[in-house]
């Protein structure tokens, strides 16, 4: 089992940044990806960002990309998400997602991920 923890949401102004930190602990060594989603109210969870070492890359939603930034600490087990520019629609919540089997063909998709973090709450006022 891993498991995972989010800190860092919050509420912000449009065009500013915020930092996401998600600590994973357990069987950490099992992980091939980790990544974030988002869900707002009343959609489906979304892709965000991952990074895989097994693939040796990393992947955003375009409606990110350029904002926001994935980074890994492994000294820590923890992956980060620095965003940047945040706009209204960035509003959501944020989970943070770890896979065991992940693939090039499932690194965007939420069934690519086996565990999940309890979400972060990101508000972005206009």
């Known amino acids: 089992q891993v498991q995972l923890v989010e800190s860092g949401g919050g509420l912000v102004q449009a065009g500013g940044s915020l930092r996401l930190s998600c600590a994973a602990s357990?069987?950490?060594?099992?992980?091939?990806?980790m990544g974030w989603f988002r869900q707002a109210p009343g959609r489906e969870r979304e892709f965000v960002a991952t990074?895989?070492?097994?693939?040796?890359?990393?992947y955003y939603a375009d409606s990110v990309k350029g904002r926001f930034t994935i980074s890994r600490d492994n000294a820590k087990n923890t992956v980060y998400l620095q965003m940047n520019s945040l706009k209204p629609e960035d509003t959501a919540v944020y989970y943070c997602?770890?896979?065991?089997?992940?693939?090039?063909?499932?690194?965007?998709?939420?069934?690519?991920?086996?565990?999940w973090g309890q979400g972060t709450q990101v508000t972005v006022s206009s």
């Open positions: 990074m895989s070492w097994t693939i040796g890359s990393t």
């Open positions: 357990g069987r950490t060594f099992s992980n091939r990806a």
């Open positions: 997602a770890a896979g065991s089997k992940t693939t090039i063909a499932t690194v965007r998709h939420v069934g690519g991920y086996d565990y």
